[in-house]
Nanobody
Framework: QVQLVESGGGLVQAGGSLRLSCAASTSISGINNMAWYRQAPGKQRDLVAR???????NYADSVKGRFTISRDNAKNTVYLQMNSLKPEDTAVYFC?????????WGQGTQVTVSS
């Protein structure tokens, strides 16, 4: 069982920055893939960024060059640094961990970008 708690969301103007954090209840050093997803109202949940245990990252095209995912295994925390935010980045952001084929999710944190 892995519990994930996101924090760091809020309201920001376009062009601003936010850093999201995802704190896990257990060690993440053995978890291969940690990821951030987002879901806007009326839309499906989409992958934003993923980081492997070895630090390999991949991003959705829409956030490349603006968002950076990182992980601190010592703190059992995954981060999402979001720069140059746009109104279309407005969504609930969810942390995800896949462990032995099972998806664990946090409760989500709201990010709202005003124009």
């Amino acid at each position: 069982q892995v519990q994930l708690v996101e924090s760091g969301g809020g309201l920001v103007q376009a062009g601003g920055s936010l850093r999201l954090s995802c704190a896990a209840s257990t060690s993440i050093s053995g978890i291969n893939n940690m990821a951030w997803y987002r879901q806007a109202p009326g839309k499906q949940r989409d992958l934003v960024a993923r980081i492997s245990r070895g630090g390999i990252t991949n991003y959705a095209d829409s956030v490349k060059g603006r968002f950076t995912i990182s992980r601190d295994n010592a703190k059992n925390t995954v981060y999402l640094q979001m720069n140059s935010l746009k109104p279309e980045d407005t969504a609930v952001y969810f942390c995800n961990a896949m462990v032995f084929g099972y998806d664990y999710w946090g409760q989500g944190t709201q990010v709202t970008v005003s124009s």
